[in-house]
């Protein structure tokens, strides 16, 4: 009842759920209104909590994994962790931590959350941002590294306080490397036959209570037997799940799981909470007020130094650097684990727990000073070089004497498309991107790219911007694309700016700040979906056009039809939404091709006004009755949607127009 309340009350907040059941805990347990009063009692289900969680870990974790991270995270990963544990054990070894401890300490605070993080990246639309896609990476590989970092806690519990010589005692070192070895070839040895079998015979019953049970014995079996080695129960839960994950089965093992996951890890963190002495908080306040804004600093500080160091530009690894900056959940794993072999003094863990819960609860709040922050930085002249990258100045100032031409800023899956229909119709344009290996690939592809952060002004106008006739925005950070608007619109009124987004909920935000087009992928792809449905059904293809150019008139309000416009009224077309400008090709054999527009009459008998015609490269305008069409004309025309789809067939070859009165 009591996690029920905290838990909506933070939601309204925003504070992570993860917070709340940390403070459900704090106020149940022993030093809040003693609900449970027993240290022995909240011990076991803080054992029990983590034994649960890491075997849910273990199972959703797959080695495939390893390989996704790429190159580029695993550096920036081993970056951020190496530079974040020699601060902390450096800083806690000089304030007199006995070795070990120290070495805790490093390893507590160098890790950050993975749960909360990406779920305030998702909500915000950002996982697929630049920054998004460093963090994740960096997460992983710290997710990774945990494993190594809670098995090394019985080799730490046995080192004395202030004595490395044991770190060189060849006969302990033997024996552990030994006891490692025999672990991981039983492992190996029960994920490749053992267990597979067992989960197959248990499978070919089909019943669901007995999978399940095979499941939890496996779970605290494997945690039980791989205790008797000195490793504890958390690891052997984690080596469990990691077993089963290793099968054919460990998607239905997932499936049965899944809806005790929230409750585990909830009572896992409930159970932290409990340990929890806020009388600690009160007696040490400015301390851990200071310890507090010490980890955000550091850490967001030496996680953007990895980001830059992977060639990024300093908004983007600002903010991936906030996005960093608390203390994760694996810390907390650790911590207990820590703390039951004796490393971690009662009175560093409560420090630690309180400290921790403040950096995770204000994550939210860290993250969203991202943006401002970021933008005040790279406007200080110290910042230059590194907002810019690597400009080239003979790339800006060939980019600055292109006229007319278009700037594609992103080189995703939409910027090379466009980039190659682009070249392949001589048209002039420049790529603007800001990974660096997406920019090495574009230049051996012989495109020309700018490499910089379009959300600097030197940037766009090392791009040409002031000159330029259309912009395509196609990136996946949704803030950035907003700037990057207000700044293009600033430089250039007459601009086209034409942005691709995910959401249709962020068209109209676009459009004010200035985008003549957004496309939304979400709109358009459930277009495409029911156009295809629509087709299976034998719907005539002129209706589905009609009916797919009016939603999308209805939909975008301000948008048209996606099809090329040379020329376009775009004031009138804004005032009345149920008209549209697009160009049609008068095709070779059509009932257009060689007739006069007064002889045809389109504005009479179709309701179609022709504004101009293009033929090659001249555009004819001041139309007249006499005007005539040729095959292969271009003829910009005006209309309804439903207008414009009926009379496309006149323009079309013999097999467009059949059915289509003249």
């Not at 504070?15 to 009692?41: C, D, H, K, M, R």
């Not at 932290?272 to 007696?283: H, N, Q, T, Y």
Request: net charge neutral; aromatic share 8%.
């Amino acid at each position: 009842m009591i996690a029920l309340v905290v838990g909506i009350v933070f939601n309204r907040i925003r504070v992570p759920p993860l917070v709340a059941f940390i403070l459900t805990g704090v106020i149940v347990g022993p030093y809040g209104i003693s609900v449970i009063s027993s240290q022995e009692q909240v011990a076991s289900l803080a054992e029990i909590g983590i034994i649960l969680l890491l075997f849910t870990i273990g199972l959703e974790f797959s080695f495939k994994d390893l390989w996704k991270i790429r190159l580029v995270a695993v550096i920036g990963g081993a970056i951020q962790l190496g530079l974040s544990f020699t601060f902390f054990f450096c800083f806690s070894f000089l304030l007199g931590l006995p070795l070990n401890e120290a070495i805790l300490i490093g390893f507590l605070l160098s890790l950050s959350s993975t749960a909360i993080v990406l779920k305030i990246l998702h909500e915000k639309g950002e996982i697929d941002s630049p920054h998004g896609s460093i963090a994740l990476g960096i997460l992983i590989f710290q997710d990774l590294a945990a494993i190594p970092m809670m098995m090394s806690i019985p080799f730490l519990a046995s080192l004395p306080a202030l004595d490395p010589t044991p770190l060189l005692d060849p006969e302990s070192m033997i024996w552990l490397l030994t006891e490692d070895l025999v672990i991981v070839i039983v492992l190996v040895v029960c994920a490749k036959w053992v267990i597979p079998r067992i989960l197959y015979e248990i499978a070919k019953t089909k019943n669901q209570e007995l999978f399940l049970l095979m499941v939890i014995l496996v779970c605290f079996g494997v945690a039980w037997m791989v205790s008797f080695t000195g490793i504890s129960l958390a690891i052997g839960a984690l080596l469990a799940g990691l077993l089963i994950s290793g099968s054919e089965y460990s998607h239905q093992a997932v499936s049965i799981i899944l809806p005790f996951r929230d409750l585990m890890t909830s009572f896992f963190f409930i159970s932290v909470g409990m340990l929890v002495d806020f009388r600690i908080l009160f007696a040490n306040v400015w301390l851990i007020v200071f310890l507090i804004i010490l980890v955000i600093v550091v850490k967001a500080l030496l996680a953007s130094a990895a980001a830059l160091a992977l060639g990024y530009p300093l908004r983007t690894a600002t903010m991936a650097g906030l996005a960093l900056s608390q203390i994760g959940e694996f810390s907390f794993i650790i911590a207990q684990s820590g703390a039951s072999a004796g490393i971690l003094a009662f009175e560093i863990n409560q420090l630690f727990l309180v400290v921790a819960l403040f950096t995770m609860a204000i994550t939210p709040f860290v993250i969203t000073v991202g943006p401002p922050l970021s933008a005040r930085l790279c406007d200080m002249p110290a910042f230059y070089r590194l907002v810019n990258g690597t400009c080239p100045p003979d790339d800006a100032r060939q980019e600055k004497r292109q006229k007319d031409h278009l700037v594609i800023i992103g080189y995703g899956v939409t910027g090379k498309n466009l980039a190659n229909a682009a070249r392949s119709t001589g048209i002039a344009y420049t790529i603007v991107e800001l990974n660096p290996d997406l920019v090495s690939g574009a230049r051996r592809s012989g495109d020309r790219v700018i490499f910089g952060d379009a959300t600097s002004r030197e940037v766009l106008d090392h791009a040409g911007i002031a000159e330029a006739r259309i912009v395509v925005i196609a990136i996946n950070d949704p803030i950035a694309v907003r700037k990057i608007v207000h700044l293009i619109r600033r430089l250039n009124l007459a601009v086209t700016i034409i942005v691709r987004t995910r959401y249709v909920s962020e068209v109209a935000v676009l459009q004010e700040a200035g985008a003549d087009e957004v496309i939304a992928q979400e709109f358009e792809t459930s277009v495409e979906i029911f156009t295809r449905v629509l087709h299976k059904y034998l719907v005539p293809g002129d209706r589905i056009e009609a009916y797919v150019n009016g939603i999308r008139a209805d939909g975008y309000r301000m948008l048209r039809t996606p099809a090329p416009v040379y020329g376009s009224l775009p004031d009138l077309v804004k005032q009345i939404p149920s008209v549209t400008v697009t160009a049609l090709t008068v095709e070779p054999g059509s009932l257009l091709a060689g007739r006069t527009l007064g002889g045809v009459n389109l504005r009479k008998r179709n309701n179609i006004l022709v504004l101009a015609i293009r033929r090659g490269e001249e555009m004819i305008t001041g139309l007249s009755g006499e005007s005539r069409l040729e095959p292969g004309d271009v003829a910009i025309v005006y209309g309804s949607p439903d207008d414009i789809a009926h009379g496309s067939g006149l323009f079309s070859g013999p097999r467009g127009h059949e059915g289509t009165d003249a």
